[in-house]
């Protein structure tokens, strides 16, 4: 079955930036779209980028646009997410999520920020940043 692994969680400074990395296990892979979520304690988990199977579609949270990205490299399993300029308020739990979906069309992209929308979920990796 799909497994996925997050790496590259830490404590960071403000300002600051973390990239994080997610393997995934699957031969899928490369046509399924991919998201990364987000958990603070007490808080729901939330959307904050999704990539369609090809990589050319990206879609972000309003909270991160311009400072996050987020890539794939279908061939390493691999998807990332490239965190700059850091705040306190992007301290959370971040979870790399793979749909059963390629997002291969233009009206798909109102369900990426969708929990249900995807089926495998990593276990997390905490990213925390000081103020």
């Known amino acids: 079955q799909v497994q996925l692994v997050e790496s590259g969680g830490g404590l960071v400074q403000a300002g600051g930036s973390l990239r994080l990395s997610c393997a995934a296990s699957?031969?899928?892979?490369?046509?399924?779209?991919m998201g990364w979520f987000r958990q603070a304690p007490g808080k729901e988990r939330e959307f904050v980028a999704a990539?369609?199977?090809?990589?050319?579609?990206?879609r972000y949270a309003d909270s991160v646009k311009g400072r996050f990205t987020i890539s794939r490299d279908n061939p390493k399993n691999t998807v990332y997410l490239q965190m700059n300029s850091l705040k306190p308020e992007d301290t959370a739990v971040y979870y790399c999520?793979?749909?059963?979906?390629?997002?291969?069309?233009?009206?798909?992209?109102?369900?990426?920020?969708?929990?249900?929308?995807?089926?495998?979920w990593g276990q997390g990796t905490q990213v925390t940043v000081s103020s």
């Open positions: 699957a031969r899928t892979f490369s046509n399924s779209a």
């Open positions: 990539i369609s199977w090809s990589g050319l579609s990206t």
């Open positions: 999520a793979q749909s059963s979906h390629t997002w291969g069309t233009a009206e798909e992209v109102r369900e990426t920020d969708y929990r249900g929308w995807y089926d495998y």
